[in-house]
């Protein structure tokens, strides 16, 4: 049988007690098996907000220093019982934030934080977290490890801040440095350039690190536990009888996820899809001793009753509007605009268009630098350039969406019957999702209107 990767985040590490339910998880598997952990919760965003004091003053590294210290004497004194596990883990700790607050003395002097340096200095909070928590198994007589991406090496495309896992080449490196029968702990978010660089996977990426190691051991499953119980059929904090989702396809949980569903990151399906491992979503909070998946996802296409499976939310989406009698007539108006915007770092979330209308959906951060990019392209096809305020975007996700009758009917009478105005609708780009575009104050209701028609 193939070993089992879990992955473990930010939201299983908030407070120091934290760490017991994990090892408590762990033992119940009571096999060998790959853990992939984040940083304890909130430590990327402080290590970016230090990196930024930093540049300007070199005492914000001993302020770093000192917090990072004493968050993991806290989880030490917590989690181990001998003095002596204690003193060894936590020189072992010194060490590594010696090399961090080193990186952070290069940035000082430079004045400036180079891409290479700014993936290094990022990583450090899974590679605290992978260090604490390989000691904490050894110190009660678990036979584990903690493995390095750097020293599989776990290969990416070389892309800083984003990159991709070269899974081919990746594969047996990784295999052959994570081959015993033991417990590996490896730090999630991050791989390396074929020339040694740490490139980080995205924020929120150690969901797909765990995915990109299951895929290169062939894995049985990949288990990713969360503090909620797995995919629902919406927010429960907006809708109260929100049921849980069993079941996903793949197509689904990456709509899911790219849609505001915080479960999974969205990259996560990626690497599995085409070979077929499951993943199984956990709720440490609601584990009882036995390893239980709350949702699983994989690659049988149910459609179910209610032929909607869920339906999630993202707020960050506004839209450039590109007017012209002649824009769906023109060539090379896109091209000109997606290289434009590609060359300042923005992404394009999705494009929709019409013979007169060209519309780019942006996140919010975006928008203003897009509008000016554009802007001054100077098109001739382009006879008005707008950009909407920020609007909600909703997916209704399901198997089947597309191929049964009336189910957009049921959605859009059920927003109309709520008054609600729909500002912009795409279906039939995806087999598994249509969506729709709101305002921001009419999220919630339209969430509501939707869950009420296909659910209850
Ligand atoms: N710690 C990283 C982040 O916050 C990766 C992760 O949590 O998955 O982006
Ligand atoms: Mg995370």
Known sequence: MNKIVAKFGGSNLKKKEDIQKLVRVIKAYDKPMVIVVS???????HLIKSM???????SHIETLVHFLRQLKAEAIEENFESKEWQDKTMKAVESRIRELSRYLTGIHYIGDVPEF??????SYGERLSSLVLAAILQSQGIDAEEALPEDMPLLTDGEFGNATVDYDKAAPHVQERLKENKIYVVPGFYGVSENGKVTLLGRGGSDYSAAAIARCLGAESLDVWKDVD???????KLVPSAKRVTQLSYAEAAELSYFGASILHPRTVEPLKEVGIPIHIGNIDAFDGIIEPRTVVQATETVTEQIIKSVTYSDDFCILKLRGAGVGLKKGVLAKITVA????????????????????LL????????????????LSAVTELTA???????????EGILDQPGVAGRMFMALAQKEINVRMIVSGASVVASYFMVANTDRDA?????????FD
């Open 39 to 45: 940083a304890f919760y909130g430590i990327t965003n």
């Open 52 to 58: 930024v004091e930093v540049k300007k003053d070199e």
């Open 117 to 122: 340096v700014e993936d290094v200095i990022l």
């Open 230 to 236: 797995g995919f629902m059929s919406a927010n429960p």
């Open 341 to 360: 915007l590609d060359r300042a770092g923005i992404n394009i979330k999705s494009v929709i268009t019409s013979q007169v209308v060209i519309n780019l």
């Open 363 to 378: 996140s919010a951060k975006d928008i203003k630098k897009a509008f000016d990019i554009v802007e001054k392209l100077e």
């Open 388 to 398: 909407t305020e920020q609007l909600s975007t909703i997916a209704v996700v399901g």
């Open 446 to 454: 339209a969430i509501e209107a939707i869950h009420q028609e296909f």
